[in-house]
């Protein structure tokens, strides 16, 4: 730490928060989409940035920054996924749940019983929406499947393997994050001279992109009933741009 600069903390975990915070900005650019939707990309972009500040100063208040907007990002993918798939719209009370958390969290005293309390509660709330992004997603892609006719079906088989390859990408950066947090010392003395891998980046990288994933995953939804819809991808499966036509 702090090996480039007295006032960066992690240059590698610092620089790479770009792969978050790049990508829903030129999400934005390129297409028009619904409210619900700009709202994740620009919470995205404050995870990104929350992320930039911890890992500049590995200081808790901006860990805070990076982490509390993880809560709202999973709630809000959570109320999008229930209005589109069932037609509930919970975004009230997501938000307010969301408020009372970050507020208890916020002006409680680190390691208080109080403020562990309120991060727990963070703890298992994020938890579940990450099992209700992971079915809500899922149904996303078997509706695409279901609706679009034959000339629109390259469109579903698209969005089945960007699915599979951001759920992979999700897999794998969890097990870099895991890795990483609880086996960092050894990772500094690997046998044979080999570097230290850097899993932390690894973890912004790919969650980057299954991030990214979902924002197509909605836009593709959102125009399937549009009468031309098309999806420019690099490489199969990394989605540039969503163009559909009435």
Known sequence: ?????????????????????????????????????????????????????FHASLRYSMQLCDEVPMLWYSLLCTVCYLKRLWGWDLSLPASGFAAVVTGGILVTEQHSPIHEMWRGIMSVA???????????????????????????????????????????????????????NYFCPALWRLPFGLPYPHLHTWWHLLVGAALQGLLVLFQLDDNRMSQELHVSTVLFVLPLRVQAYA
């Open 126 to 180: 994020f938890s579940l929406c990450v099992v209700a992004i992971a079915w809500g997603s899922t149904s996303l892609v078997q509706r695409l499947k279901a609706d679009l006719p034959d000339k629109r079906r390259r469109v579903a088989v698209v969005a089945e393997r960007l699915h599979t390859a951001g759920y992979i990408m999700f897999v794998l950066a969890v097990v870099c994050w895991l890795v990483d």
């Open 1 to 53: 730490d702090y090996e480039l600069a007295d006032w960066l903390a992690e240059p590698m975990n610092t620089v790479s928060n770009l792969a978050i915070i790049l990508p829903p900005v030129c999400f934005l650019v390129a297409h028009r989409t619904a409210w619900d939707i700009i709202a994740v990309a620009i919470v995205q972009v404050s995870i990104g940035v929350g992320s930039v500040l």
